[in-house]
């Protein structure tokens, strides 16, 4: 059942309207401004914590020649909590008292960081709750062959599951020398359909570049001033299908426009620094993330997809299209089956898996083949307990604007552009 809670929209439209730009004089701006300084620095100690910022290039540069030492941070963390807690929630109205606790949460999260840069370890759970606000569930890996049995008993044919897989959703691998005009297309149909729903900002416009020897499929780096580089990286072969998952992801309205929004919502409109940097390994990153997942499913619904990639993208690749099929129970089942990589994950991280075996297990309930779940795991190497922002944080995000009513593209334009948390997004 879908239930429309105004007030709760309500409530979060405080949070979203945009405002004339202003000088700073409230009661957080003065630790906004070192919370800024704080997660530069911690940048300058983990190259690639910061994933984007467009506040003074001053700041950064003084971040960059003097970076205190990481005890120090972690005091600055402590002192910031403290100052933000001073602040008495009774004299907030929502929109700020909202603030206040997207600062707590990030201060939070960096000094959960910092614990990590100065060598604490914490298991899987728990490094996703205090990174990211969200605390994944962890069941046995055994406990998923029951789905596995269901997927086999719903795939047709002979063979393996993997084999009968990809012969069902057929998604054949584009050409290389026409992979730019195809991601192009897709990311222009992501684009239009957004365009429609969502007013983006004057002037906003992305540069793409093929990439390799990188741990991810794509990439947002996101400049400020609505301008994002949006990166593909081609180690792998690129399926038809990506087109559109990296264009929605990345870009439209994925990424791009999560970022494009913030900016002209909160640093433009209201000079609200702490929105001019994007730390990754914080509560926004499962917005973000989970947002650009079911950002894929809100632009293109039911069989449009497809549809779209059979009139426009296989011809455009030269390729032959496949009849366009839906397969609800198998989608369901491969949804249940999500949850395994985070055991995985756990299982390797901790030590109890060695590579081998989780390089099989990848093969065994993830159906990639042995250069896919080296890459795979590459990803788990580099990025630790943030896989979760996808999967979990598509749901996350789905459930909760599909609880908003039926303007599904309305809901999600607010989330785009308000300071809501994981936490928010879960309450009922």
Known sequence: MRALFVSLLCLIGAFAAPVAAQT??????????????????????????????????????????????????????????????????????????QRKRYLLAHVASAAARLRMISGETMSFADEAEALFGVRPELKPVESYDAVLARIDALLPGEGSIPERLGALQGAPIVPPERLEAVTRAGIAECRRRTAEHIDLPEGERFTLEFVKNEPWGAYNYYKGDAVSLIQVNTDQPNGINQAVTYGCHEGYPGHHVYNALLEQTFTDGRGW?????????????????????????????????????????????????????????????????????????????????DRETTIQRMMRYQFHGRSSAEHSLGFIDAYRSYIINYDLGRDIVSDWVERQGPDHWAAMRTLLSSQMLPSDLLKN
């Open 24 to 97: 700073p004089q409230g009661p957080m701006d003065p630790i906004a401004r070192d919370y800024v300084g704080l997660i530069l620095e911690i940048g300058v100690h983990e190259p690639g914590y910061v994933d984007a910022y467009y506040g003074p290039a001053e700041w950064k540069a003084a971040a960059d020649a003097h970076p205190r030492s990481v005890a120090e941070l972690s005091a600055v963390a402590a002192d910031l909590t403290a100052r933000l807690n001073a602040i008495p929630d009774a004299g907030l109205d929502a929109v700020h008292l």
């Open 273 to 353: 620094v702490e929105m001019s940097v994007y730390p990754l390994y914080s509560p926004m990153s499962l917005i973000a993330e989970g947002s650009a997942e079911y950002g894929v499913e809100l632009a293109f619904p039911g069989e449009e997809r497809a549809v779209f990639e059979h009139a426009v993208l296989y011809p455009m690749a030269g390729l032959e299209p496949t009849p366009v099929q839906s397969h609800p129970e198998l989608e369901a089942a491969l949804h249940d089956l999500e949850g395994v990589y985070y055991t995985i994950a756990d299982d390797y991280l901790s030590g109890r898996v």
